[in-house]
């Protein structure tokens, strides 16, 4: 990477998991919840992923919107998302959120975790 070059800031939702999250939403009935996608200590790597539905908003929150979905991720989690995509698979071996983070220097076997 170059001195020009920068680290895409946002993270991003793929089409699938847009997809799965409007499902989701569409199941509670609610429009007015967004997908926070944040960090906390914990995990056996250090540092956990976090993803549900929140109806609050933070000071510092980043707002992302992909189609009807909202994404909103908290000041304190946003350095370690940039460039962060969130995908949903499901397969006969997993079903889920998959969160590819160039920021992560190692994770875990459960993939939950990241340093």
Known sequence: ??????????VALSD?????VKAL???EGRD???LRIAVQPGGCSGLR???FF???????????EFGS????VDRMSGPYLGGATIDFVDTIEKQGFTIDNPNAKGSCACGESFH
């Open 25 to 27: 939403l569409e199941q």
């Open 69 to 72: 979905v909202k994404v909103v």
């Open 54 to 64: 929140d109806e609050r908003t933070l000071d510092g929150d980043e707002f992302h």
């Open 16 to 20: 699938a998991a847009a997809a799965k």
């Open 49 to 51: 992923y976090q993803l």
């Open 32 to 34: 007015d919840l967004a």
């Open 1 to 10: 990477m170059t001195d020009t070059q920068t680290a895409p800031s946002t």
